[in-house]
């Protein structure tokens, strides 16, 4: 109901990707969601298992199209940020990659970590540990700027991908028609909390950056994201049903 009351923490997938992912959606994140706040940002990295034979980007696209179809690269499910940024690795570097989709996140990194698989385009808070730990191998992060959780790791636009961005947020929205009033108010109390101290640094340990904004620029921030996660759909060919 549009009463201010029943509020969804939206994200990437729900407000972004699933319009450009699935031919029948029971909703339209611009028609049917007020926008309150942007929250987050964070953004995936690159890594491979320490016995695939890659130091860099460069390194991996070489190998890759010596050995085409013989690199399995792992993702926590089709159709997440996992999946499409290894099916944006392939249509940009023109490489030839297998997608092996698993159930969930966890899978898909102990399968990698074991070795069955040799790539992921992983999410900074899973991978990170296991980069400090020399499980994993990081190649490059995937916004256009350097993440401040892996500052000495390229991003893949700097290493010679130009343009490729995959970048992962988090918002609030409410149902549409509720009162400007309403929305108004909740946008102040959620950007005053979220730019605490205490939930700033909880979320920073995550590899996740603050990035509150109001309710008249997260809404231009979402119709900006269907447009661009519709074109990395279309570049990817990814489809689900």
């Not at 690795?89 to 023109?94: N, R, T």
């Not at 999410?123 to 499980?135: E, K, N, V």
């Not at 990081?138 to 991003?155: C, F, G, I, N, Y």
Request: aromatic share 6%; charged share 15%.
């Amino acid at each position: 109901a549009p009463d201010g009351y029943t509020i969804l923490m939206g994200n990437t997938s729900t407000l972004a990707i699933a319009p450009a992912l699935y031919t029948r959606l029971s909703y339209d994140p611009v028609r049917d969601f007020a926008p309150i706040s942007l929250v987050t940002t964070t953004e995936n990295v690159i890594v491979v298992h320490p016995s695939l034979p890659v130091k860099n980007l460069k390194d991996l696209i070489g190998l890759a199209k010596s050995r085409p179809g013989q690199i399995l690269f792992a993702s926590a499910g089709s159709g997440t940020t996992s999946h499409l940024g290894g099916e944006l690795l392939k249509a940009m570097a023109g490489i030839d990659i297998v997608h092996v989709p698993y159930k969930g996140s966890p899978l898909a990194t102990s399968e990698l970590i074991a070795g069955q698989t040799q790539l992921s385009v992983s999410s900074l808070s899973t991978a990170t540990p296991l980069i400090a730990a020399g499980r994993l191998r990081p190649l490059a992060t995937t916004a256009l700027k350097r993440s401040p959780v892996l500052p000495e790791v390229p991003t893949v636009d700097e290493a010679g991908l130009k343009g490729y961005e995959i970048t992962l947020w988090q918002g609030f929205v409410v149902p549409a028609r509720t009162p400007d009033a309403v929305t108004n108010a909740l946008n102040k109390a959620m950007v005053q909390a979220v730019r605490s101290a205490d939930i700033t640094a909880a979320f920073n340990k995550r590899g996740m950056q603050i990035a509150a904004t109001s309710t008249t620029e997260f809404g231009a921030f979402i119709k900006r994201e269907v447009a661009r996660w519709s074109e990395i759909v279309r570049r990817a060919g990814a489809r689900v049903g």
